[in-house]
């Protein structure tokens, strides 16, 4: 039995649910998600309340009984309150500027990165602080992910792309003798 999946999901206000066939849409006042769920898990709708359920007890929607669940959540809040990751980036001559759908980095090499912005997010740079915020939870992560990965911190002295809050482990570095 799946803690997460048991948990009624109740919709807020200005908030519907549809489906059709095995696509699950979540509209709401910042836009509409739509994703594909896999029909072997029974999704309910009493008013206000969505309840997921396994129509059969096997290994495989034991599995995606909680994750669908999580999944229905993440849109419902989605469309209510954007989703918003901070990253922030270190070091000199370390710059983000945001040029129309496209980010552009200067992160130490001998050309600078461009990096194009997916439709429905929005990417602000501001000092040595990029906020990428969207509807969709699961985009937002991805692409914060990704530009992470283009310079992520150094162990020695922390210079890179970290995620607000990330803690970096610091190695000593070399002793004189």
Sequence with gaps: MSRIGKQ?????EKTEISFSGSTVSVKGPLGDLSKIFNPIIEVKVEGKEVTLKPKRE???????WGS???????????????????????GIGYKSEVKGDTIVLALGFSHPVNVSVPK?????????????????????????AKLRALKKP????????????????RKQGKKSA
């Excluded at 096997?58 to 599995?63: D, V």
């Excluded at 999944?71 to 419902?76: E, S, T």
Aim: charged share 30%.
């Design 8 to 12: 009624i999901i109740t919709l807020p």
């Design 58 to 64: 096997t290994l495989e929607s034991r599995a995606l």
């Design 68 to 90: 669908y669940a999580s999944h229905l959540k993440n849109m419902v809040s989605g469309v209510n309150k954007p989703f918003e990751k901070k990253l922030i980036l270190e």
């Design 120 to 144: 429905g997010l929005k990417v602000t740079a501001e000092k040595n602080i990029i906020t990428v915020s969207g509807i969709d939870k699961e985009a937002v992560g991805e692409f914060t």
């Design 154 to 169: 150094e162990p020695y002295k922390g210079k890179g792309m970290r995620y607000e809050g990330e803690v970096i482990k």
